[in-house]
């Protein structure tokens, strides 16, 4: 469940929200892991793509507009059918954020931020 956004004033107000006061990022981040390991979460996701490598800055801090190259696998019936590269994936991150369908259990540390694998129920995918 998503509980609010980091939103420094500009932010805020370009979305028409209040502000956090967290212009200076995030620290301490962790979204709690669901039951479903990544095996499952490709099984419930049944047919989309399996990002593992993201390429680019495309993301508009202001209106949450997101595009990045992107790597990853094609899954088709809950399993993986082949790898994809050179293809583009994008959304807008308010979106984004309420479409997440699960997080899973298999949680990784980076810093100070903490997250398992998400699955999101719909995004564009660009390219062959």
Do not use: Q
């Not at 099984?43 to 990002?51: A, F, N, P, Q, T």
């Not at 490598?53 to 899954?75: K, Q």
């Not at 994008?90 to 998400?118: P, Y």
């Amino acid at each position: 469940m998503l509980r609010g956004y980091f939103l420094g004033s500009y932010s805020a107000r370009k979305l028409g929200m209040k502000t956090t006061g967290s212009a200076g990022g995030n620290h301490n981040l962790i979204l709690e892991g669901g039951e479903l390991d990544l095996p499952a979460l490709i099984g419930k996701m049944g047919r989309g793509l399996l990002v593992t490598e993201l390429m680019g800055h495309g993301i508009n801090p202001v209106t949450g507009d997101y595009s990045r190259g992107a790597a990853g696998y094609w899954v088709e019936g809950g399993e993986i059918r082949h790898p994809v590269e050179e293809i583009t994936i994008a959304g807008n991150l308010r979106d984004m954020f309420r479409s997440i369908v699960a997080i899973g259990s298999d949680m990784l540390t980076r810093g100070s931020r903490t997250c398992g694998s998400v699955l999101i129920e719909e995004m564009t995918i660009a390219g062959n």
